[in-house]
């Protein structure tokens, strides 16, 4: 049902993981980086699902997506954030960010790697760009427009931000303009906006390869990036998945060279 795997070497964690996932529930994956807060691969915690022969958790499993899924072999594996990422073919959160030396969106598909990270410098939100907002999007809801109501909300205090408009300020941030490898956008996941962004807040970006997915008789790749907002005090203020197609060819630059 359950098994723990002491190794040091990422890779080959992940060999052994996927080796023994269709007879082990759950794996417990342990480095010098995640050693000391282990907690054993059988304790109960709440945030896991198990999987497995026993298929522990329930009727839940039968729920919506779960009632197809609760047909197919799961195991759960816990570990460090980099040996998630080895393991799964997914950068987790914690995992390392990679400088790869060019914007992520100049790197065709085949060469882009998990946590291939773009920081963003900073920009400060003012009254201004919330009414030109407001205007624009006809969305003029009391808390971004009135600082008097707004003050009233117990959530707020005062006048705040869009978040839509917090989307589309990072959009500007990090988004390389030239024709290049990235051929479109196609939605957002999991988009959450956690704290709000007030007059005079300064907001940045983190844009990192999250998982890729081939589609070779197309050309071209399903890219998902981490995306998290933060502001001035290093608080995230939004986090979400920017999915994008990106060309498995490399595209020469305007300039032709």
Same mark, same amino acid.
């Given at each position: 049902m359950a098994a723990s795997v002491f190794c040091a070497d990422d890779s080959l964690a992940s060999q052994i993981v996927l080796g023994l996932a269709p007879y082990h529930g759950r794996i417990l994956v342990v480095n010098r980086t995640c050693a000391k807060e282990s907690t054993g691969h059988g304790s109960p915690l709440a945030p896991l699902i198990h999987g497995g022969p026993g298929r522990a958790g329930g009727?839940?499993?039968?729920?919506?997506?779960?009632?197809?899924?609760?047909?197919?072999?799961?195991?759960?594996?816990?570990?460090?954030?980099?040996?998630?990422?080895?393991?799964?073919?997914?950068?987790?959160?914690?995992?390392?960010?990679?400088?790869?030396?060019?914007?992520?969106?100049? !790197?065709?598909?085949?060469?882009?790697?998990? +946590? =291939? %990270?773009?920081?963003?410098?900073?920009? $400060?939100?003012?009254? #201004?760009? !919330?009414?030109?907002?407001?205007?624009?999007? +006809? =969305? %003029?809801?009391?808390?971004?427009?009135? $600082?008097?109501?707004? #003050?009233?909300?117990p959530l707020f205090g005062g006048r705040v931000a869009h978040g839509y408009f917090l989307i589309s300020a990072a959009a500007g941030l990090f988004v390389d303009p030239d024709y290049g490898p990235v051929l479109g956008n196609y939605g957002i996941d999991e988009l959450r906006f956690v704290k709000p962004v007030k007059p005079g807040d300064r907001i940045k970006v983190r844009l990192t390869c999250a998982s890729k997915s081939l589609r070779a008789d197309k050309g071209w790749g399903e890219v998902a990036w981490d995306t998290e907002i933060t502001n001035q005090n290093q608080e995230t203020v939004a986090s979400y998945n920017v999915l994008t197609l990106v060309s498995i060819y490399a595209v020469p630059d305007s300039k032709g060279s």
């Open positions: 009727g839940e499993e039968m729920g919506g997506i779960r009632g197809i899924l609760h047909y197919m072999q799961r195991t759960a594996v816990q570990g460090s954030p980099d040996t998630i990422t080895a393991t799964s073919g997914r950068w987790a959160r914690g995992s390392r960010l990679r400088e790869p030396g060019r914007h992520p969106f100049r !790197i065709p598909f085949n060469d882009l790697e998990l +946590g =291939d %990270t773009l920081k963003s410098t900073d920009r $400060e939100v003012t009254i #201004a760009d !919330i009414e030109q907002f407001a205007a624009l999007s +006809g =969305d %003029t809801f009391y808390a971004h427009m009135s $600082e008097t109501d707004a #003050a009233r909300n």
